[in-house]
Every structure is written in structure tokens, then in C-alpha cells.
């Protein structure tokens, strides 16, 4: 049996103008019902119509919260763990470049020392003049050197 044939059952001996009403009212009360539930009016029933924009951002945001409270806490260990690093390395390269001026600043002094000529003399005491406000810099003390007499 298929859907003309069916129609025709229910119809039985209704004239064509009176089928054509028939139709029209159900094709209108169709109609009716799918904009009462587009609008939400047929939330009772279960049917819960359109989805209006602020309970849509606000479902987008619940679902996003989480994840952003993720994010800061991943960012957050991150920037943790590189200043460490960061930390660490200009404590390092600090302490390299401490050794590097002090090895600098004993050689300097044990040329000065060893040598007769007053012109190399004033050039080491002013090479280890630099040498020693950079060692300042980076102790905030002075390097102590050994006396010429102490060689």
C-alpha cells in the first residue's frame, strides 16, 4: 500500500475540493508547529527550538574555561622552567667571565712586575685598571692583587 493509496483509505468519499481543503489545513497546522517550536514554544514538550546566541557563547565559554585554565598553567610551568634556565646560565656565564678577568688580571700583574721598561709598566697598570673595574662590575669588589714583592 503506498502513500496515495492511504490518503484515498482515510479520505474514503470526500470530493477532490474537500481532500484539497484537507490538505491545506494540515500542510498550515505543519507549518504552525515547526515555527512554535523554531521560536521555543514547544520547550515543554522536549523540543527545544533555535539555539539563541547568548546560551550559545555562554556554552562556547564553559567549554573553552578549562582549556584556557590549561593553557596558563602549561604556560605558567614554561616561563617557570626558563627563567631557571635563564637564571642559571647568566649565573654560569657570570662566574666564567669572573675566572677569565681574575686569570687576565694575574697575568697582567706578573707582567708588570717582571719588567724594567716604564712604558709597558704604565700600559699594564692601565690594562689592569680596566680589567679591574670590569672584575668591579661583575663582584662589586676589587680583585685582590699580590704585591710586586710577593712574586
Do not use: H
Not at 49 to 55: F, L, P, Q, S, T
Amino acid at each position: 500500500m503506498n502513500f496515495s493509496e492511504m490518503i484515498d483509505v482515510l479520505m474514503f468519499d470526500s470530493s477532490p475540493s474537500e481532500r484539497l481543503k484537507t490538505l491545506r489545513v494540515f500542510f498550515r497546522l505543519g507549518i504552525l508547529v515547526c515555527i512554535l517550536w523554531v521560536v521555543g514554544l514547544l520547550s515543554p514538550l522536549g523540543l527545544s527550538g533555535m539555539a539563541r546566541a547568548d546560551e550559545v557563547d555562554k556554552k562556547i565559554k564553559d567549554a573553552i574555561d578549562p582549556i584556557n585554565a590549561q593553557l596558563a598553567e602549561i604556560r605558567d610551568k614554561e616561563l617557570s622552567s626558563i627563567k631557571t634556565k635563564l637564571e642559571d646560565s647568566a649565573r654560569i656565564q657570570r662566574r666564567i667571565l669572573t675566572a677569565q678577568i681574575s686569570s687576565q688580571l694575574r697575568d697582567l700583574n706578573r707582567l708588570r712586575c717582571s719588567t724594567g721598561d716604564m712604558i709597558v709598566r704604565q700600559r699594564m697598570e692601565q690594562d689592569i685598571e680596566e680589567a679591574e673595574q670590569q672584575y668591579l662590575i661583575l663582584t662589586s669588589e676589587r680583585y685582590p692583587l699580590t704585591a710586586c714583592k710577593d712574586l
